[in-house]
């Protein structure tokens, strides 16, 4: 069984700075089957990234994807205030991560 | 647009049952396999079953085998999870989730439907 391990549980910067979220796999694993995903309090959760790297629909490009392996990383470029949510990455289906929250400092 | 909304929640006693709905619009339905992921409260997000567009292929997981059933009605664009045996750690918010054609994302997801299990 594969466990995702989110990195750090909670960051906290502000708005317009640069954040970087950590998703490491327990085995390696393939980039094409690697999420990201966005949750707001109250709301169901939005895909953001899949295939490791490519944005969804609608999603704007201060978002990123990248890594390989067993370590993925989501960026968001400069921090907007409608960024602050919890974020999750998903492997395959099945394993998501226990979620980073990114919260106003 | 594409719809997925949930219902079906409730509060229920330990050992008892309940069935959910997905009802699905604004797509094909019969052409995308779904899922329903839970979520219990203040925690993270939990995989709990698969269907493949067909119904032929269906997955579990090992928290809810034998007690939860999948099933789907493509005439009723409609999606359904049979909870038998409930647990107090089945209370959660459950989403129906639809999976991009076989890729192993969620592109789209309903509002979710809350599921008490206590007595």
């Known amino acids: 069984e594969i466990v995702l391990t989110q990195s750090p549980g909670t960051l906290s910067l502000s708005p317009g700075e640069r954040a970087t979220l950590s998703c490491r796999a327990s085995q390696s694993v393939s980039s094409s089957y690697l999420a990201w995903y966005q949750q707001k309090p109250g709301q169901a959760p939005r895909l953001l990234i899949y295939g490791a790297s490519s944005r969804a629909t609608g999603i704007p490009d201060r978002f990123s994807g990248s890594g390989s392996g067993t370590d993925f990383t989501l960026t968001i470029s400069r921090l907007e205030p409608e960024d602050f949510a919890v974020y999750y990455c998903q492997q395959s289906r099945y394993t998501f991560g226990q979620g980073t929250k990114l919260e106003i400092k | 647009e594409v719809q997925l909304v949930e219902s079906g929640g409730g509060l229920v006693q330990p050992g008892g049952s309940l069935r959910l709905s997905c009802a699905a619009s604004?797509?094909?339905?019969?052409?995308?396999?779904m899922n329903w992921v839970r979520q219990a409260p203040g925690k993270g997000l939990e995989w709990v079953s698969y269907i493949s567009s067909s119904g032929s292929t269906i997955y579990y997981a090992d928290s809810v085998k034998g007690r939860f059933t999948i099933s789907r009605d493509n005439a009723k664009n409609s999606l359904y999870l049979q909870m038998n045996s409930l647990r107090a750690e089945d209370t959660a918010v459950y989403y129906c989730a639809r999976e991009f054609h076989g890729d192993y994302y969620f592109d789209y997801w309903g509002q979710g439907t809350l599921v008490t299990v206590s007595s």
């Open positions: 604004g797509f094909t339905f019969s052409s995308y396999e």
